[in-house]
């Protein structure tokens, strides 16, 4: 009882993240392997195998002294970005993830009482991120074809606006945002602006290349998606040298392990192989599209991100019946039900072929066992 007086306030009331039930929790439950349950619910990157990550991991793990703290500039990894995306190591800093940049950088911006505007249906983390420092997420919802609604967003502007979070595609709805639009916001908002492309490799265009254009535009990346590290925890923003800076003075020492840091230039030296996967992920995604687009029962969202939004539409049946009866059959999806604008809404990660053959036979089996 003591301790929890001593509590941050923000903190007691606070209701943490939640995702789906793990694929570790999944497998116990129905008594079956790990290797049996189908992770369709955490935008992973499946078309990477198994066996090639863990080669690179051991090619950098045989270079490198565990006894030893990473390097707290973190620069080779910087550098190898740098290059890859043709900017400045100055215009980079890197995080434990991407999570760990938008905490990072809501921390450098948001003092209590301070705004973030998020257009929601979003990723859950922006909001969090602005809640635990007793800042104000701010929602503005996306127009019905889940495109800005830039006059309502320049609208939602306040002298307490500190922060606009766009994320482009957008998780969970996969549209990547029109160019104009975004520009208009960073041009006319006189707020920071950071775009968040965690799935920008499988859309259309990336707005890296405005950093130097725009000195309130910061770009967050991942290397959870593209790259296929989820596990290792890799991400960064790019930005002009003088918020790089300001960013990089909340990064606790030593944020980046060593073994994450050098998978930075590994990867990037495989560039060629990654990016037949996302090749590979882009036909996959107009295959499933089409498949579930089939089924009457079911409309998928045209998508540029490595997973489908699909809405369950039968007549008296919900996203989370089908989730759960998936469930059962082994595969992991993630129900956005609770979402604005998102009504009985699962979204699915992209598998290779066989794992989406399984998930469309699965679907198929339910819908006609619940016609009997
Ligand atoms: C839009 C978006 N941003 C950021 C992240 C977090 O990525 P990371 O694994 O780099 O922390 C995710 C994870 O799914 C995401 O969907």
Same mark, same amino acid.
């Given at each position: 009882m003591k301790n929890e007086k001593l509590v941050r306030k923000i903190v007691s009331s606070f209701k943490p993240y939640q995702g789906e039930i793990s694929p570790d929790e999944l497998a116990k439950r129905l008594g079956v392997? !790990? *290797?049996? !349950? #189908? @992770? #369709?619910?955490?935008? *992973?990157? #499946? &078309? !990477? %195998?198994k066996d090639w990550i863990i080669e690179r991991v051991r090619e950098a793990v045989s270079t490198l002294d565990f006894r030893l703290y990473p390097d707290p500039e973190t620069l080779e990894a910087r550098e190898a970005i740098a290059e890859h995306f043709g900017i400045q190591s100055s215009e980079t800093v890197i995080g434990n993830g991407s999570d760990e940049i938008l905490d990072i950088l809501t921390k450098a911006f948001i003092d209590p009482g301070c705004e973030t505007i998020i257009l929601e249906p979003t990723f859950s983390v922006y909001r969090f991120c602005t809640i635990i420092l007793n800042g104000k997420p701010q929602s503005v919802l996306l127009n %019905?074809? &889940?495109? @800005?609604?830039v006059d309502a967003v320049l609208k939602a502007v306040t002298k307490k606006t500190r922060i606009i979070i766009l994320c482009s595609p957008n998780n969970p709805t996969g549209n990547q945002y029109p160019k104009e639009d975004v520009k208009r916001i960073v041009e006319e908002s006189g707020c920071i602006v950071a775009v968040d492309e965690a799935y920008v490799d499988f859309a259309d265009y990336t707005l890296v290349e405005w950093i130097n254009e725009y000195d309130n535009l910061i770009v967050l990346r991942s290397f959870s998606k593209s790259f296929g590290i989820a596990g290792l925890r890799i991400g960064f923003a790019a930005t002009n040298s003088t918020l790089a800076d300001i960013i990089r003075k909340m990064v606790v020492p030593y944020n980046v392990n060593k073994l994450a840091q050098r998978m930075v230039p590994v990867l990037i030296e495989n560039w060629d192989y990654l990016s037949k996967k996302i090749s590979e992920i882009k036909k996959e995604r107009e295959f499933l599209y089409s498949q579930l687009n089939k089924n009457e029962n079911l409309k998928p969202y045209p998508s540029q991100a490595n997973f489908l939004l699909v809405r369950v539409?039968? @007549?008296?049946?919900?996203a989370k019946s089908l989730q759960t009866k998936l469930l059962d059959k082994r595969i992991l999806v993630r129900d956005r039900s609770e979402l604005p604008l998102l009504n009985n809404c699962l979204r699915i990660t992209l598998g290779p072929r066989p794992l989406n053959q399984r998930l469309l036979k699965c679907i198929k089996e339910i819908f006609s066992e619940d016609k009997k």
């Open positions: 392997s !790990i *290797e049996d !349950i #189908l @992770p #369709l619910h955490a935008n *992973e990157n #499946l &078309f !990477i %195998e %019905e074809d &889940f495109t @800005p609604n539409v039968k @007549p008296n049946y919900t």
